[in-house]
Every structure is written in structure tokens, then in C-alpha cells.
């Protein structure tokens, strides 16, 4: 079936960086962006930005611009999204997405994967 | 840049009534580009309406959305058991950015 699956839980120290897969199956990678939306405890839904598989463009919320990176490895269907220099403000759940093309909704999620910063 | 709120952050109801959810833009948008989404605690977020008012595969059709301009309305006509938690509404917009409302929590009154 369509589905992402996500790499697991981290903890790194604040200054420190995270490295988060999402791992497509199910329909052809190239064909859809992927987004990385996350979620702090107890919090909404924060977009961080997208990655178009077929040609590896990218663009981020300017939130996140300089401290964000997307990439991904057509060869094994995989996204990633680094963050760096973290602080306990990351402490979060970190999401990845498909995009529908027609409808520009997010219409498959990864399981999410909980990063918390702390020293 | 565009802000969605959503209002009030929870609302209590019992199972079998009719929920109105609401979602408010902070100017017009197109309604081509607005969902819906929910989440259950520990789970991540599901597509239910997308378009404003079309229904995601595999949603019940007790879920309609509706709206235009700034004002949009998720309504759930009957509540089930199965549908006591938190809603979110997202817009994608120019630059290209997406948006989520702060979300509101439906729960079992």
C-alpha cells in the first residue's frame, strides 16, 4: 500500500543537528513533493518546507531558511530533512507528507518522529 | 502571509450531535486550496476534505466542508465516537507556503 514510513525517535543536545528519513513505498516517488510539517508538544501543525523528488528543488518557510535542509535519494525513495543548530524550541514531532498534485492536499503522512532536544 | 484561525480551541459535544467547525482567513483565499484534517492523540494528521468541500478517499459523508473568501466550515452532521478529536484547517498559498489554523479540539462532552 501507499505509505511513508519515518526513521526513529532522536535526542541530540542543543547546537547539535538531526537527520529525519521518510522512506516512500507504494507509488512512484518521483511523482509527488514532499512536504516536513512538525509538531511541538501540546501544539499545531508548523509548516517547514518541501522537496520535489524528481529534480530535488526545494523551498522553505522562511522561519527555517539557513537552518533546514531537504534532500532525497530517488535510488531508495527516501527524503530527508536536517535541522540544525537545535534548541529546546525543536523539541517536536517532525512529519513527512505527500502532496497531491491535483489537489495540492497532504494526502499521505509518515508515522512521525519525535525529536527532543535536551542537555 | 496568510493566517487561519480557527475558533473556539475546543468545543464539547455528545456522540450523535451535529458539529460546525470554523476556520477563518485572515484575507480571501481560494477555496481550491483549502483542507481539512484530523488527528487523533498519538497519531498523525488525515486528509478529510480537500477543495473546501470534497470529500478524501475513504471519508464517512457525515464530513462536508463548505465556504468561500475567508470564512470556511468543516460540519461532522452525526458524531461518532470515533471522531472526539483535534481538526485542522491549511491553506496552500503563493511563494508556495502552506498554513495550518491552531486547530480545534472536538471533545466528548
Known amino acids: 500500500q501507499v505509505q511513508l514510513v519515518q526513521s526513529g525517535a532522536e535526542v541530540r543536545k542543543p547546537g547539535a543537528s538531526v537527520k529525519v528519513s521518510c522512506k516512500a513505498s507504494?507509488?512512484?516517488?518521483?511523482?509527488?513533493?514532499i512536504h516536513w510539517v512538525r509538531q511541538a508538544p501540546g501544539q499545531g501543525l508548523e509548516w517547514m518546507g518541501w522537496i520535489t523528488p524528481q529534480i530535488g528543488d526545494t523551498n522553505s518557510a522562511q522561519k527555517f531558511q539557513g537552518r533546514v535542509t531537504l534532500t532525497r535519494d530517488t535510488s531508495i525513495s527516501t527524503a530527508y530533512m536536517e535541522l540544525s543548530r537545535l534548541t529546546s524550541d525543536d523539541t517536536a514531532v517532525y512529519y513527512c507528507?505527500?502532496?497531491?498534485?491535483?489537489?495540492?492536499?497532504?494526502?499521505?503522512w509518515g508515522q512521525g518522529t519525535r525529536v527532543i532536544v535536551s542537555s | 502571509e496568510i493566517v487561519l484561525t480557527q475558533s473556539p480551541g475546543t468545543l464539547s459535544f455528545s456522540p450523535g450531535e451535529r458539529a460546525t467547525l470554523s476556520c477563518r482567513a485572515s484575507q480571501s483565499v481560494s477555496s481550491s486550496y483549502l483542507a481539512w484534517y484530523q488527528q487523533k492523540p498519538g497519531q498523525a494528521p488525515r486528509l478529510l476534505i480537500y477543495?473546501?468541500?470534497s470529500r478524501a478517499i475513504g471519508i464517512p459523508d457525515r464530513f462536508s466542508g463548505s465556504g468561500s473568501g475567508t470564512d470556511f466550515t468543516l460540519t461532522i452532521s452525526r458524531l461518532e465516537p470515533e471522531d472526539f478529536a483535534v481538526y485542522f484547517c491549511q491553506h496552500y498559498g503563493s511563494s508556495p507556503t502552506w498554513t495550518f489554523g491552531q486547530g480545534t479540539k472536538v471533545e466528548i462532552k
Open positions: 477543495g473546501a468541500s
Open positions: 507504494g507509488y512512484s516517488f518521483s511523482g509527488y513533493y
Open positions: 507528507a505527500r502532496e497531491n498534485a491535483v489537489t495540492n492536499a497532504f494526502d499521505i
